[in-house]
């Protein structure tokens, strides 16, 4: 089976604070990627990153880096120096080429950047 | 123009009603999807297509049916609307290629009342 889990529901920062969400997935299946999304206020959902399960480096745009480790199945995202236009719920998802590449997301995190 | 639309944006009905929300795409894609976001409980699989002659149901088909009418058009039904199907709809489109999974590009939504 496959699962993603977000526990943090709700996370509020102060702007300029770094702030990490947390994924921890759950797949048998070797080959799999994992992704994010951003779903901010207005609603829609805004492709961020795509990683496969064969590449295990992390990867870093502007302020957003992931970190991704098969050891505890975790793929987690970090906001430097946030802003309040992260404000946002962001979504981790995983699909397994065992299950048609069906898209399985968590429930998300709710992040608040405080000005 | 955006390359996954989605109409109606809004719609309010009345329990036993049918309904047809409409996704069209502009991306050339072959897979589309529809999902429904309820608060707390993320993203869930309604249907997907992966082409206009395969369509197949995901984890919460019940009370849906679904349409691919052409490559960039892929319609969900609700055939008698109930209270609880009250909540936000997505489409999406994604590109695939054999031994990858592509990100999945998101329509702006359609937010469904059924009273």
């Known amino acids: 089976a496959q699962k993603v889990t977000q526990a943090q529901t709700e996370i509020s920062v102060v702007e300029k604070e770094d702030v990490t969400l947390d994924c921890v997935y759950e797949?048998?299946?070797?080959?799999?990627?994992l992704f994010w999304y951003k779903q901010p206020p207005s609603g829609e959902l805004v492709f961020l990153i795509r990683?496969?399960?064969?590449?295990?480096q992390n990867e870093i745009s502007g302020r957003y880096s992931w970190n991704f480790q098969k050891s505890t199945s975790s793929f987690n995202f970090t906001i430097t120096a946030s802003q309040v236009v992260d404000s946002a719920v962001y979504f981790c998802?995983?699909?397994?080429?065992?299950?048609?590449?069906?898209?399985?997301f968590g429930t998300g995190t709710s992040l608040t950047v405080i000005p | 123009d955006a390359d996954v639309t989605q109409t109606p944006r809004n719609r309010i009905t009345k329990t036993g009603k049918r309904i047809m929300l409409e996704c069209s795409q502009t991306?050339?894609?072959?897979?589309m999807y529809w999902y429904r976001q309820d608060p707390g409980l993320g993203l869930r699989l309604i249907y997907y297509?992966?082409?206009?002659?395969?369509?197949n149901k995901g984890e919460i088909s019940d009370g849906y049916s679904v349409s691919r009418q052409a490559q960039a058009k892929f319609s969900l039904s609700l055939e008698s609307a109930i209270p609880n199907q009250t909540a936000l709809y997505f489409c999406?489109?994604?590109?695939?290629?054999?031994?990858?999974?592509?990100?999945?590009?998101f329509g702006p939504g359609t937010r469904l009342t059924v009273t």
């Open positions: 297509s992966f082409d206009v002659k395969d369509i």
């Open positions: 998802a995983l699909s397994a080429s065992n299950t048609g590449n069906q898209f399985y």
């Open positions: 999406a489109t994604s590109d695939f290629s054999t031994g990858g999974s592509y990100e999945q590009y």
């Open positions: 991306k050339g894609h072959d897979r």
């Open positions: 990683r496969n399960s064969f590449d295990e």
């Open positions: 797949t048998r299946d070797t080959t799999y990627y």
